[in-house]
């Protein structure tokens, strides 16, 4: 298993710019997330998707958008980049197994708005 | 709004010492408090959790206690390695919600061999 996997590895944007970051998991996992990581700052949740069809903003959500596409893909749209959203980006996905809500993490996007 | 408190952000201890990093939240509704580790360029993971109805928990050097009353929580880590160098998250589950995380701002532990 591929466990979650993220792409871009890095992306390097001007202001203004829009992109889309990709997350997928083979883990038929039902929760999925997107979090921001600044120095000093930690983890910063900006949206999840606690079931397919479902999203819900976190702590940081302006200036962005989801899309759950299927059980496996959840994808984050920076619809005008600014300077503000440089950061590095994890999507997680995470499921109850239990008492426990394990969030596994993807390699993370380094993105750099200029 | 939620917030989870760090302390400290900085941690230097000799291989072989003790580890201490404690965490306060405010949502009395969390009921779910994991740790996570992250080594230099690499993703957060999962090393140990605890729930509300639990006040320890224990795998091998490294346990979790929690005090509801109080709203804190703390990881100890024994017998430091150089391995453990990481910086540790705390997190808490928001107004009861355990697939929802907020994260304390981190610690960046350092074990000097």
């Known amino acids: 298993n591929a466990g979650v996997t993220q792409t871009p590895k890095f992306q390097v944007l001007k202001t203004g710019q829009s992109m889309t970051l990709q997350c997928a998991q083979d883990?038929?996992?039902?929760?999925m997330y997107w979090y921001r990581q600044d120095p000093g700052m930690g983890l910063r949740l900006i949206y999840y998707s606690a079931s397919e069809g479902t999203t819900d903003k976190g702590e940081v959500p302006n200036g962005y958008n989801v899309s759950r596409l299927n059980k496996r893909e959840f994808s984050l749209r920076l619809e005008s980049a600014a300077p503000s959203q440089t950061s590095v980006y994890f999507c997680?996905?995470?499921?109850?197994?239990?008492?426990?809500?394990?969030?596994?993490f993807g390699p993370g996007t380094r993105l750099t708005v200029l | 709004g939620e917030n989870v408190e760090q302390h400290p952000s900085t941690l230097s201890v000799q291989e072989g010492d003790s580890a201490v990093i404690k965490c306060t939240y405010s949502d009395s509704a969390s009921n779910y408090f994991p740790w996570y580790k992250q080594e230099l360029g690499k993703r957060p993971q999962l090393i140990i959790d605890i729930r509300s109805n639990v006040g320890e928990k224990k795998d091998q050097r490294i346990a979790v206690t929690l005090n509801k009353t109080a709203k804190h929580f703390s990881l100890h880590i024994t017998e430091t390695q150089p391995e453990d160098s990481a910086v540790y998250f705390c997190?808490?589950?928001?107004?009861?919600?355990?697939?929802?995380?907020?994260f304390g701002t981190g610690t960046l532990l350092a074990v000097q061999p």
């Open positions: 997680a996905s995470s499921d109850f197994s239990g008492s426990r809500n394990e969030q596994f």
């Open positions: 997190a808490a589950s928001i107004r009861g919600a355990t697939n929802k995380l907020i």
């Open positions: 883990m038929n996992h039902n929760s």
